[in-house]
C-alpha cells in the first residue's frame, strides 16, 4: 500500500471517525434506505413505509457494523420534505448513526437542513451535497443551518477529466467564481467529505479512483463515493443480470473494495440490503490495506477489523 | 447504442426516450432506452439519434427523473441548444451541460427529429399506439448518419518524476498529480 506525505485529517460525525492513512481507520460504510423503488417503501412522496422492515434494516446494518468494526451511517433518500421528516424522525429513532440527508430536489435539501437544526441533529447529519449547481438560496439555507458535515461533489459537467474536477473544487474550474471547498467553508462546513463523482462506466467512472489519491495527497480530507453507481448503468452487465442475479450482486458490491484500494475512506455503497455482504468485504479489504502498510508508520485502530476478526 | 438503449426496427422513424421509467421495449421503435440524466444522458440520446438518419421522432415519455429533469432538459435542448459554456438553454435541470460533443452534432440533432412530447406517459399501451402512429410516419433525414466519435480525452505527456506526495515503500513514491510511481535515488 502506500502512505500520503501530506497530513490526513480524521474527522469526526456524532461519533465516527473518518479519514486517515490507509490501514488506519475502519472504512466507513453508509447503506441507503427508502431509494427510489426499496420495496419498503408504499408511498414516497407521503413517506409511508414497512416500519418493522426498515427498522430489521437498519438493526443489520449496525450488527453488521458492531461485528466487523466498519462504522456504519444511514443514507436516507427523499423526494419531498413530508417522507424525508418522517425517515429522519424514523432513523434516529432506531440507530444512533449518523446520517446522509439525500434528496435531487434543492428545495427538499433546505427545508432538511432547516429541520434538523431545528429539532438539535444537525450534528448528526451530513449533507449531500454541496455541488456545481448550488445556488444562493441554497448556500444561504446552508449557512443558516447548524449543520457542520457535507459531501462535497466533484462533479464538473463541462470537464470530467481529473484535471477539471479537481480545479472545481480549488477554483471553481471554468464554471464557478470560486471553488466548492471555499464554498463549504463559507457555509460553515468542517466535516468535508470529499466524493470525486461516479460518473457511468465509459464515461470516466475510474477517474474517481485517481482523484480520491490526488485529493487526498493535496488536501488531507476523507474521499469516499457512491461507486456501486458505476456499473449500474453498464447494459452489458444488466443483460448478464437476467442470466443470473448474482453476477450483478458481484460486481455491485465488489466495486467498495476498489475505492478502499485507492485510498477511500468512506462509501456509500447502496441498497441497506447489502449490508450483509458489503461489510465482510469491506473488513476484509481493510485488514489487507492494514497489513500492507504496517511498515509504513500506520497504528489501525483497536476497533479496526484487523484487531477485530483476525 | 450508447447507454441504456437497444436498437429495435431499423427502418421505424420513431424511437422512444422513457426517461426514469422502465418499460419492456416495443420493437416497432428505432431505439429504446431511458434518459435519468439531464448531462451525460441527454448526450448520449442525442449521439443514437443522431447515428440513424431514419429516426425522424423521438416520444418522450415515461416519469421524469426527479431533481435532474432530463426530459424537460431534452425538450430545452432541443429547442434552444447551449449557449457558449455548453449549457443548455432554459433547462431548469439540476447540471444541465454538454461536455462531450459539438455544436454542429447537436443542431442536426435539432433538424433531424421533432419531439412528441408526453412526460409522465406511462400507459405502455399508448405509448405503442404513438409508436405505431409514427413508425412509418416520414422518410429519413436528407443527410447521411452521423457517425460522433468519442471525444479523445486529454492525455497529458509521460514525465519523468524524481519524487512524489504518497509514500509506497521506503524508498518508492507516488507523484498523485501524474500517477507515476517512482524510485527516489538517495543522494
Redesign the interface.
Request: charged share 30%; hydrophobic share 30%.
Given at each position: 500500500?502506500?502512505?500520503?506525505?501530506?497530513e490526513q485529517e480524521i474527522v469526526n460525525i456524532a461519533g465516527v471517525k473518518i479519514g486517515g492513512q490507509p490501514g488506519e481507520l475502519a472504512t466507513v460504510l453508509a447503506g441507503t434506505i427508502f431509494y427510489?423503488g426499496h420495496s419498503i417503501v408504499e408511498d414516497a412522496d407521503a413517506g409511508i413505509f414497512d416500519r418493522k422492515e426498515a427498522e430489521a434494516l437498519v438493526n443489520m446494518q449496525d450488527s453488521m457494523s458492531d461485528e466487523t468494526g466498519n462504522p456504519s451511517i444511514v443514507h436516507i433518500f427523499a423526494?419531498t420534505f413530508e417522507s424525508m421528516q418522517k425517515y429522519i424522525d424514523f432513523v434516529t429513532s432506531v440507530s444512533d448513526s449518523p446520517f446522509i440527508i439525500d434528496?435531487?430536489?434543492?428545495a427538499v435539501r433546505m427545508a432538511c437542513a432547516e429541520y434538523v437544526t431545528d429539532i438539535g441533529l444537525a450534528d448528526k447529519t451530513i449533507y449531500n451535497s454541496i455541488?456545481?449547481?448550488i445556488t444562493d438560496d441554497e448556500f444561504a439555507s446552508l449557512a443558516n443551518s447548524d449543520i457542520d458535515s457535507s459531501i462535497i461533489l466533484g462533479?464538473n459537467?463541462?470537464?470530467?477529466?481529473l484535471?477539471g474536477r479537481m480545479a472545481l473544487l480549488e477554483n471553481g474550474g471554468?464554471?464557478m467564481d470560486r471553488g466548492l471547498l471555499d464554498i463549504a467553508e463559507e457555509c460553515g462546513i468542517k466535516n468535508i467529505l470529499i466524493d470525486p463523482s461516479i460518473?457511468?462506466m465509459?464515461?470516466?467512472a475510474g477517474i474517481a479512483l485517481?482523484m480520491t489519491?490526488?485529493a487526498?495527497?493535496?488536501w488531507g480530507y476523507p474521499v469516499g463515493s457512491g461507486i456501486h453507481n458505476a456499473p449500474s448503468?453498464w447494459?452489458w452487465l444488466?443483460a448478464k443480470k437476467k442470466e443470473d442475479p448474482l453476477v450483478y450482486k458481484m460486481c455491485d458490491i465488489g466495486t467498495v473494495s476498489m475505492q478502499q484500494l485507492a485510498g477511500g475512506d468512506f462509501v456509500l455503497y447502496g441498497p441497506i440490503e447489502n449490508a450483509r455482504y458489503t461489510f465482510p468485504l469491506a473488513a476484509m479489504a481493510d485488514i489487507m490495506i492494514a497489513e500492507a502498510s504496517s511498515?509504513?508508520d500506520i497504528e489501525p485502530s483497536s476497533s479496526h477489523p484487523l484487531n477485530l476478526l483476525v | 447504442m450508447k447507454g441504456d438503449c437497444i436498437a429495435g426496427n431499423n427502418d421505424s422513424c420513431i424511437a422512444v426516450i422513457t426517461l426514469a421509467s422502465s418499460f419492456e421495449p416495443y420493437e416497432e421503435a428505432a431505439m429504446w432506452g431511458s434518459c435519468k440524466t439531464e448531462n451525460l444522458g441527454a448526450e448520449k440520446i442525442i449521439i443514437n439519434t443522431v447515428s440513424n438518419s431514419n429516426i425522424r421522432y423521438l416520444l418522450i415519455c415515461g416519469n421524469e427523473s426527479r431533481g435532474h429533469l432530463a426530459g424537460r432538459t431534452l425538450i430545452a435542448l432541443h429547442k434552444n441548444g447551449i449557449d457558449e459554456d455548453g449549457r443548455i438553454i432554459g433547462s431548469d435541470g439540476a447540471i444541465p451541460f454538454i461536455e462531450n460533443i459539438s455544436r454542429d452534432v447537436i443542431e442536426r440533432f435539432q433538424n433531424q427529429v421533432r419531439l412528441i412530447e408526453h412526460i409522465g406517459l406511462v400507459d405502455i399501451d399508448e405509448i405503442r399506439r404513438i409508436v405505431d402512429e409514427y413508425k412509418e410516419k416520414e422518410g429519413p433525414y436528407h443527410e447521411a448518419a452521423f457517425v460522433v466519435e468519442s471525444a479523445k480525452k486529454k492525455s497529458r505527456p509521460v514525465m519523468d518524476v524524481t519524487s512524489g506526495d504518497i509514500m509506497v515503500s521506503g524508498n518508492v513514491m507516488l507523484d498523485s498529480t501524474s500517477g507515476i510511481v517512482c524510485e527516489v535515488k538517495s543522494n
Open positions: 500500500m502506500f502512505r500520503f506525505q501530506k427510489e423526494n434528496s435531487p430536489q434543492p455541488n456545481m449547481s462533479f459537467a463541462m470537464d470530467s477529466s484535471d471554468k464554471l460518473t457511468p465509459g464515461d470516466g485517481r489519491m490526488t487526498k495527497a493535496k448503468s447494459s444488466k511498515d509504513l | -
